[in-house]
Each structure stands twice: as structure tokens, then as C-alpha cells.
């Protein structure tokens, strides 16, 4: 059976925003928990304030909702310049939950946290339904 992409990358994948903007601080900003049941892949992004080399994002996972096990893979800031943190992970599930966990090295802002779930078992999702995403599809817009 082959697989029906929609022209739409947002009908591929599912976008959720799992954690607020952070005020200043050092310690570390948890996302919230992130089903990955039908998904097989999550990318997660955000960017800190102030760049330093020990920015530092990282996975957690568990079986159960709620329970969480050791990083399972972690992106460390490479330079004092990085302040955008990305990081994807191939899940094959092993665990069904995760979340994304950020650890601040200096004094430093946390933007919110996106997950992009993708690797559906299913296809056609449905972005229009969170809470906090505002999304529009169309064609290529008429010329003026």
C-alpha cells in the first residue's frame, strides 16, 4: 500500500506548543508531557536568550504517563553563539512519552517549546484543533 502525502506539511505532522516562554533564571524548563502513540519521530525546538555553551536540551522518556526515565538523547549548545536549540529524534517507540527538558547554564530566557511530531502511522492530521496554534492553509496567493 503506498503511503498518500498531503500537499500541506502541517496535514503530515503534528504541531503542539509544550511549553510557555520562561522568565530569567538558571534552572531547568520542563515541557509538558508529549503522547507519541501513532508517531514514530519528534523534533523539538526553542531558543534561549542569552547563548552559552552549556544550553543544553534534552529528552525524557517513559512507558507511563507521568513516570519519566533518563535522557535518552540530549543536544549540548556547540558555541557561546548557539541560542536556538533543535533536536530530532528518530523515535521507533520504545517509550510511548516524552518530554523536552531544558537546562539553562547562565542567566537566560527560555522561548516556548514546539514539538513536531512526525512519522505518522496514520496520515491527515489535524493542526487546526490546538488550542494555542492559529493555522492557515492556501494556494498560492493571487498575484496583486
Known amino acids: 500500500m503506498q503511503d498518500i502525502i498531503s500537499k500541506y506539511l502541517s496535514d503530515n505532522v503534528k504541531i503542539t506548543k509544550i511549553a510557555d516562554h520562561s522568565a530569567a533564571g538558571t ?24 547563548a552559552a555553551a552549556d544550553n543544553v536540551l534534552t529528552l525524557h522518556e517513559s512507558l507511563a504517563s507521568a513516570g519519566e ?3 535518552a ?3 549540548a549548545s556547540d558555541a557561546a553563539s548557539t541560542e536556538d536549540l533543535v533536536l530530532d529524534v ?3 517507540p520504545a517509550y510511548r512519552y516524552a518530554k523536552a527538558v531544558v537546562t539553562r547554564g547562565t542567566s537566560s530566557t527560555c522561548e516556548s517549546i514546539w ?3 512526525y ?3 496514520t496520515k491527515s492530521q489535524d493542526n487546526s484543533t490546538v488550542g494555542t496554534i492559529a493555522l ?9
Do not use: C, H, K, Y
Open 27 to 50: 534552572g531547568t524548563v520542563t515541557s509538558d508531557e508529549l503522547d507519541m502513540a501513532g508517531f514514530d519521530s519528534v523534533i523539538f525546538l526553542t531558543s534561549v536568550g542569552t
Open 69 to 71: 526515565a533518563a535522557s
Open 73 to 75: 538523547a540530549l543536544l
Open 90 to 92: 528518530f523515535w521507533n
Open 115 to 117: 514539538a513536531i511530531q
Open 119 to 121: 512519522n505518522a502511522r
Open 136 to 144: 492557515a492553509q492556501f494556494d498560492t496567493p493571487a498575484l496583486a
